[in-house]
């Protein structure tokens, strides 16, 4: 059993850029794809990363492609999504998921709570 946990979330104006990080305990993540979705309110939960165990593959939504980041450290058991030039419409709850490598989230075994993250115009 993975317990996953986020951190990192918060408020920033429009422009600006947040890190993300998700730990995992209870259990190493190496051996397992890790992802990034997020969910804005009244709406459904999106893929936005997600990169292989090894970190040798990344895969990422559109609308964040050139914007986000993913990559791990398999040495700290953590996964890190670097997000610059933040836009209103990236205002959701984002969540780490681990599991097999896929834009869907039900190939995903373990979810994280969620951190919010608010991007202001």
């Known amino acids: 059993q993975v317990q996953v946990v986020e951190s990192g979330g918060g408020l920033v104006q429009a422009g600006g850029s947040l890190r993300l990080s998700c730990s995992g305990s209870g259990g190493t993540i190496d051996k397992y794809s890790v992802g990034w979705f997020r969910q804005a309110a009244g709406k459904d939960r999106d893929f936005v990363a997600t990169i292989s165990g090894t970190g040798g593959n990344q895969r990422y939504a559109d609308a964040v492609k050139g914007r986000f980041t993913i990559s791990r450290d398999n040495a700290k058991n953590t996964v890190t999504l670097q997000m610059n030039s933040l836009k209103s419409e990236d205002t959701a709850v984002y969540y780490c998921?681990?599991?097999?490598?896929?834009?869907?989230?039900?190939?995903?075994?373990?979810w994280g709570q969620g951190t919010q993250v608010t991007v202001s115009s």
């Open positions: 998921a681990v599991g097999s490598f896929s834009t869907i989230h039900r190939a995903y075994r373990w």
